[in-house]
């Protein structure tokens, strides 16, 4: 993606890492969830991600939400209410984003967490997804989950 926008005239550009997403395969070692491909335990915690109820279980394990019906495969990831983790979900729900541009919606390419320079809105885009008549630059929420947060805090 830094090519095709480098193409396209933009500078200064660069992407996030999937080390900065809670997808570590180091985490994964420890709990023996490790497969025989760093690739294939990434992708299947994208598709779980890609799931409503398993987003909604991991995001309310790591915000320290109590939800009323919890999933029992969220609690065998190695994931815990800590700021560190609570930035990584934020960053994985950008990686989901590119990852469904791709899988679902068939763009050519995506990239996430890509930071552009000289642009006049700061530059910072969570998904930038390549299709065959342009691009789509996106942006999350994530003060949405800090919303949600409070909002269950209250009750």
């Given at each position: 993606?830094?090519d095709?926008?480098?193409q396209?005239?933009y500078?200064?550009?660069?992407?996030?890492?999937?080390?900065?997403?809670?997808?570590?395969?180091?985490?994964?070692?420890?709990y023996?969830?490790?497969?025989?491909?760093?690739?294939?335990v990434a992708?299947?915690?994208?598709?779980?991600?890609a799931?409503?109820?398993?987003?909604?279980?991991l995001?309310?394990s790591?915000y320290?939400?109590?939800?009323?019906?919890?999933?029992?495969?969220?609690s065998?990831?190695?994931?815990?209410?800590?700021?560190?983790d609570?930035?990584?979900?934020d960053?994985?729900?950008e990686?989901?984003?590119?990852?469904?541009?791709?899988?679902?919606?068939?763009?050519?390419s995506?990239?996430?967490g890509?930071?552009v320079?000289?642009?006049?809105?700061?530059?910072?885009?969570d998904?930038?997804a390549?299709?065959?008549?342009g691009?789509?630059?996106s942006r999350?929420?994530?003060?949405?989950?800090?919303?949600?947060?409070?909002?269950y805090?209250?009750?």
């Open positions: 993606m830094p095709t926008l480098a396209r005239g500078t200064g550009i660069s992407e996030a890492y999937v080390e900065e997403t809670l997808i570590q395969p180091e985490r994964f070692e420890d023996h969830l490790i497969t025989t491909r760093t690739a294939s992708r299947e915690l994208l598709e779980k991600l799931t409503k109820s398993f987003r909604i279980a995001r309310s790591v320290g939400i109590p939800i009323p019906t919890p999933i029992g495969e969220v065998s990831y190695p994931f815990s209410p800590t700021p560190e609570q930035r990584r979900f960053k994985t729900m990686l989901l984003m590119a990852y469904l541009c791709v899988a679902e919606l068939k763009a050519s995506a990239s996430f890509v930071k320079g000289g642009t006049p809105s700061g530059g910072d885009f998904c930038i390549n299709f065959p008549r691009m789509i630059f999350l929420r994530p003060q949405c989950s800090s919303l949600i947060t409070r909002r805090r209250k009750r």
